[in-house]
C-alpha cells in the first residue's frame, strides 16, 4: 500500500483531483491509500475527490486541521500559494501512529509514469527525500539567507518521500516550529525554507525524474557557466525520463497563455475528468505583454527561446 497526501484549500479540488488521475492512470498495478489535509473542504469537495479516488478502487481519508494551527505563519504579498502549504509540517500528528512513510504530492504536477521507484527510496534513518532546486546550482541567495553552507543544496518540498517515524522519534514539528520563531525574518519560500533549515545536512537526494522542476527545462540552466556540464548532461537525461512533472512557477497549465512545454499533460488527464470542458480564462496582464514581447523576438531570433527542446 503506498500512502500518498495531498494539503488542498477549495481552490485546489479541480488541479488536485487531475493529478490524482494522472498518478492512478500511470500506476495501475498499485493500492493507493490517499490522506486529503484541508480545513475549508466542502463535502460536495469530498465527495468529487471520494469519486476519483474510488473509481480506480483506491482508499480516501479526510483530516480537517483547525486553521489556528497555521493562522499565525507567514505568507508575503504575491504569493500563489495558501496557509494549506504549512500543512505538511503536522503530519505525524494528524496522520496515524501506524502509518511511517508517506508520500507528499503538491497538486500542481502531473504524474507520467510508475512512481514504485521513488516510493521504494531508501530513507537512510533520514527525515525524508526530495529532489535539489534548479537555482541551488545558479545561486547562493537561499543559502546566505538561511545561513547554511551550499554544499547541501537546497530541495524542493513539492515531492517529498517523509519518513513519519524519524519525525515523531526525534519531534520534528517542534523542531520545525522552534526555527521558524527563531529565524523568521530569514522565511521567503513558507515551509520549504523551514525544512531546509531545520533538515539541510540530513536529507537524501533523489534523482530529477521524480520531481522534474520547471526551471530545469528553462534555458537558462544549461547555458549558465555555473552549473557543471556532468550535472546539466544528468538533469538532460532525468527529464527525458521523467515520472513526475512539476509546474511549480506562479503561472500554471490552467491559466491562460503558460508556456510550459509539457503543460498539455494537464489538459491530456483534465479530458479524463469531471472539468473536460474547461478552458483558461483569457486576460491581459503584464505576464501576458511580457511573454507576447518574448515570443515576438524569439520569432525574430533576437531572443533565445526561454525552454528547452527536449
Given at each position: ?8 484549500d ?11 488521475i494522472?498518478l492512478?492512470?500511470?500506476n495501475?498495478n ?6 486529503i489535509i484541508?480545513?475549508d ?10 469519486d ?6 483506491n ?15 507567514p ?15 503536522f503530519l505525524p ?14 497538486c ?8 514504485i ?6 530513507l ?13 546550482y ?14 547541501y ?7 517529498l ?8 522519534k ?21 515551509d ?7 533538515f539541510?545536512?540530513?536529507w ?6 521524480y ?9 537558462y ?27 511549480c ?5 490552467w491559466d491562460f ?48 527561446t526561454?525552454y528547452?527542446?527536449i
Open positions: 500500500m503506498i500512502h500518498l497526501v495531498c494539503c488542498i477549495e481552490k485546489y479540488i479541480q488541479h488536485c483531483g487531475v493529478m490524482l494522472s492512478f492512470e500511470n495501475p498499485h493500492n493507493f491509500a490517499v490522506h484541508s480545513n473542504m466542502t463535502n460536495d469537495d469530498k465527495c468529487i475527490l471520494s476519483i479516488i474510488k473509481k480506480y478502487e482508499n480516501v481519508f479526510f483530516y480537517y486541521i483547525d486553521g489556528k494551527w497555521v493562522e499565525s505563519l505568507l508575503f504579498e504575491g504569493d500563489h500559494i495558501s496557509l494549506a502549504t504549512y500543512y505538511r509540517l500528528i494528524i496522520l496515524p501512529d501506524a502509518i511511517d512513510k508517506v508520500l507528499y504530492l503538491d500542481d504536477l502531473i504524474v507520467v509514469s510508475d512512481i521507484g521513488l516510493w521504494n527510496t531508501d537512510k534513518n533520514k527525515p525524508l527525500a526530495a529532489i535539489a532546486e534548479s537555482t541551488a545558479l545561486s547562493d541567495d537561499n543559502f546566505v539567507r538561511l545561513m547554511y553552507d551550499n554544499k543544496l537546497y530541495f524542493n518540498a513539492g515531492v518521500l517523509i519518513n513519519l517515524d524519524y519525525w515523531r526525534n519531534n520534528c514539528v517542534a523542531m520545525c516550529m522552534q526555527y521558524l520563531e527563531k529565524c523568521r525574518s530569514r522565511i521567503r519560500w513558507h520549504q525554507d523551514i525544512l531546509n533549515g531545520v539541510h545536512d540530513c537524501v537526494q533523489l534523482p530529477v525524474r520531481n522534474a522542476l520547471q526551471g530545469y527545462y528553462q534555458a540552466f544549461f547555458d549558465s557557466v555555473n552549473v557543471d556540464s556532468a550535472i546539466k548532461e544528468n538533469v538532460l537525461n532525468e527529464l527525458k525520463s521523467a515520472v513526475i512533472v512539476h509546474f512557477a506562479k503561472n500554471k497549465p497563455y503558460n508556456q510550459h512545454p509539457l503543460r498539455f499533460l494537464y489538459y491530456e488527464y483534465l479530458k479524463k475528468s469531471r472539468w473536460e470542458n474547461y478552458v483558461p480564462r483569457f486576460c491581459v496582464s503584464w505576464y501576458f505583454l511580457k511573454n507576447l514581447l518574448r515570443n515576438i523576438l524569439v520569432k525574430l531570433g533576437i531572443k533565445k526561454y528547452i527542446n
